[in-house]
């Protein structure tokens, strides 16, 4: 079963003992890295057969794709920030991006998405040139001038301050403040193609693998560390404890809710396809 998902620290902790092998009766994984915005193309293109995407491609690939209650990114104060230069000054409010320029880490991220909910209620205007970067170029862009701000996901969140960089707003504070919901960011899909019996395995060993993460943690280490590339160990276990929650483990109401309500938001905005009734459950 080929599968693509980022190598950030938590898709490797959710995916590493399915990965491995050591999930009973779970189909075997082709594993690609891929960073968001290449899954997201892929999703769109229809091809790969399980992708780790943004939520916010949903209404593109939702006749193609299904969710997978489970495996996925949403939670609670862990929204995308938006950052700035300290010599950028200004008032400190959406009003300072008001024509300038901002690095985004894809036009179909959740990111964006929310990031577009945001500006449309706090920067008057609007803003200007928006820039598409993989995120882990986005906040060296800011800091050398390329771009006015910079919208981050992921280990940005603890590590922003290293550039001189400072936060002009949560992305996730003001959905979670407008909606009292959790933040969907990342969403896991597979091919309605395969059928329900196989979308229902595909589901049961996400969240199997996850609870496996959850009662060794030290077995994931290896795997974990090997696709982090240089970051520190310790950004790396805040970020897995900050993306992996219970709603990594299962949607639940409140985290379908979630989905609805930044979908429904974003389609009442202009800024997404409706999405048709039931395109969300599960088989």
């Known amino acids: 079963m080929d599968i693509a998902y980022s190598p950030c620290p938590n898709d490797t902790f959710v995916f590493d003992a399915w990965a491995h092998g050591r999930v009973p009766g779970a189909p075997p994984l082709e594993v690609a890295f891929a960073d968001i915005d290449i899954t997201n193309g892929m999703a769109e293109r229809g091809e790969g057969t399980v992708l780790k995407v943004s939520y916010a491609v949903l209404p593109w690939v939702l006749d193609e794709y299904a969710l997978l209650p489970c495996g996925g990114a949403l939670g609670r104060g862990c929204g995308p920030l938006v950052l700035t230069r300290d010599s950028v000054g200004g008032t400190g409010t959406g ?5 300038r320029k901002v690095a985004v880490p894809s036009e179909r991220s959740t990111a964006y998405l929310l990031f577009r909910l945001w500006a449309a209620d706090r920067v008057p205007g609007g803003v200007g040139e928006v ?4 995120f882990h170029e986005i906040m060296p862009a800011v800091r050398d001038g390329v771009v006015d701000a910079g919208l981050v996901i992921h280990e940005a969140r603890f590590t922003y301050q290293e550039y001189g960089l400072v936060k002009l707003a949560d992305m996730g504070e003001h ?8 933040i969907p960011l990342g969403a896991i899909i597979a091919k309605r193609s395969l059928g329900a019996e196989t979308l229902r395995l595909l589901a049961d060993s996400a969240r199997t693998s996850v609870r496996m993460a959850w009662d060794d ?5 290896p795997y974990v560390r090997e696709h982090a590339q240089e ?3 310790s950004v790396a276990d805040r970020h897995i404890g900050l993306y992996v929650n219970e709603f990594t483990a299962d ?6 809710a979630a989905v609805r309500g930044l ?10 396809p409706p999405i048709a009734p039931g395109a969300l459950d599960f088989p």
């Open 175 to 182: 959905w979670e403040e407008t909606t009292g919901l959790p």
């Open 217 to 221: 943690p030290a077995a994931s280490g």
């Open 263 to 272: 979908l429904t938001r974003a389609a009442a905005e202009g800024l997404v």
């Open 231 to 233: 970051m520190d160990p």
């Open 95 to 99: 009003a300072d991006l008001a024509g």
């Open 131 to 134: 820039v598409v970067m993989p």
């Open 251 to 256: 949607l639940g109401p409140d985290g379908y």
